[in-house]
């Protein structure tokens, strides 16, 4: 976990969730990028570019933000970048060679019952880095038990659960895993091969309708300190995702959410 890449809205708790980053980047050693996106504007009838305006007052509203926070020593590089914002985010993650993207709920949704904002859930959903959902106002703390959720423990693709295996060997963190039985079950998803079987610690096996519900009903005897998703077409947030804007009546967690990009 040598790179790690915050975007930053204009939420009251921006401030807040960049202390959790620069705490959880001071616990891996890493590097810490904070960026801001912007798309590019005109002002209407006159085409004048405000650009220049924009990165100027965003650049100062993120170098505020840093300035109160106690970085303890954590190397913090602060870019705005102009763009799309998933397409801009994805170069940004490539240049930097970021290995998670730390998101907050809602980084300029004021609304109270949303879990996810509209740019959250777009950056969880079309970005293809794994991504941890930091709960509001959650403060910094190792992790110590996660509850790692999946319909299909296949693996196909290269380093899918490399960020799993990195917060447990650094913290020493139990995993346990939860193989949830939907109408969607295929033969063979709950083989659990060797990539697998060296990082869960305990495995249970429920039947439900979602995923989302068997973390539900287990979610109280295990009492994890962190949730381990994985986002694919028909995966943990698939029919909540349709508008990127998540619900708190349709999902909520008051503990960081680990979204692994799919495993196959």
Request: glycine residues 4%.
């Given at each position: 976990?040598?790179?790690?890449?915050?975007?930053?809205g204009?939420?009251?708790?921006?401030?807040?969730?960049?202390?959790?980053?620069?705490?959880f980047a001071k616990?891996?050693g890493?590097?810490?990028?904070v960026?801001?996106v912007?798309?590019?504007?005109?002002?209407?009838g006159?085409?004048?570019?405000?650009n220049?305006?924009?990165?100027?007052?965003?650049?100062?509203?993120l170098?505020?933000?840093?300035?109160?926070?106690?970085?303890?020593?954590?190397?913090?590089?602060v870019?705005?970048?102009?763009?799309?914002?998933?397409?801009?985010?994805?170069?940004?993650?490539?240049?930097?060679?970021i290995?998670?993207?730390?998101?907050?709920p809602?980084?300029n949704?004021?609304?109270?019952?949303?879990?996810?904002?509209?740019?959250?859930?777009?950056?969880?959903?079309?970005?293809?880095?794994?991504?941890?959902?930091?709960?509001?106002?959650?403060?910094?703390?190792?992790?110590?038990?996660?509850?790692?959720a999946?319909?299909s423990?296949?693996?196909k693709?290269?380093?899918?659960?490399?960020?799993?295996?990195?917060?447990?060997?650094?913290?020493k963190?139990i995993?346990?895993?939860?193989?949830?039985?939907?109408?969607?079950y295929?033969k063979?998803?709950f083989?659990?091969?060797?990539?697998?079987?060296?990082?869960?610690?305990?495995?249970?096996?429920?039947?439900?309708a979602?995923?989302?519900?068997?973390?539900?009903?287990?979610?109280?005897?295990i009492?994890?300190d962190?949730?381990?998703?994985?986002?694919?077409?028909?995966g943990?947030?698939?029919?909540?995702?349709?508008?990127n804007?998540?619900?708190?009546?349709?999902?909520?967690?008051?503990?960081?959410?680990?979204?692994?990009?799919?495993?196959?």
């Amino acid at each position: 976990m040598k790179n790690i890449l915050v975007p930053v809205g204009s939420s009251k708790n921006a401030s807040s969730h960049l202390q959790y980053a620069v705490d959880f980047a001071k616990s891996f050693g890493s590097k810490l990028f904070v960026v801001q996106v912007y798309n590019v504007y005109t002002k209407a009838g006159t085409m004048i570019k405000v650009n220049h305006i924009i990165e100027r007052e965003s650049l100062a509203y993120l170098n505020d933000l840093i300035s109160k926070l106690d970085t303890k020593g954590v190397d913090i590089t602060v870019k705005v970048l102009k763009g799309k914002l998933i397409d801009t985010l994805e170069l940004a993650c490539k240049a930097a060679d970021i290995d998670l993207i730390l998101i907050e709920p809602r980084t300029n949704s004021i609304r109270e019952e949303v879990f996810l904002g509209k740019t959250s859930g777009k950056i969880i959903k079309q970005t293809q880095l794994p991504s941890l959902i930091v709960p509001e106002g959650y403060k910094f703390k190792p992790v110590t038990n996660i509850l790692f959720a999946v319909k299909s423990a296949i693996i196909k693709k290269n380093n899918a659960l490399e960020p799993l295996i990195s917060v447990k060997s650094h913290f020493k963190a139990i995993v346990n895993l939860l193989l949830v039985k939907t109408p969607f079950y295929n033969k063979g998803d709950f083989e659990l091969k060797k990539e697998i079987k060296d990082i869960v610690d305990k495995v249970t096996k429920t039947e439900n309708a979602t995923t989302f519900q068997g973390v539900l009903q287990h979610l109280q005897s295990i009492n994890p300190d962190m949730l381990c998703v994985v986002r694919r077409k028909r995966g943990f947030f698939a029919q909540k995702w349709e508008n990127n804007v998540i619900l708190k009546k349709d999902f909520s967690s008051n503990i960081p959410v680990l979204v692994l990009r799919g495993l196959k």
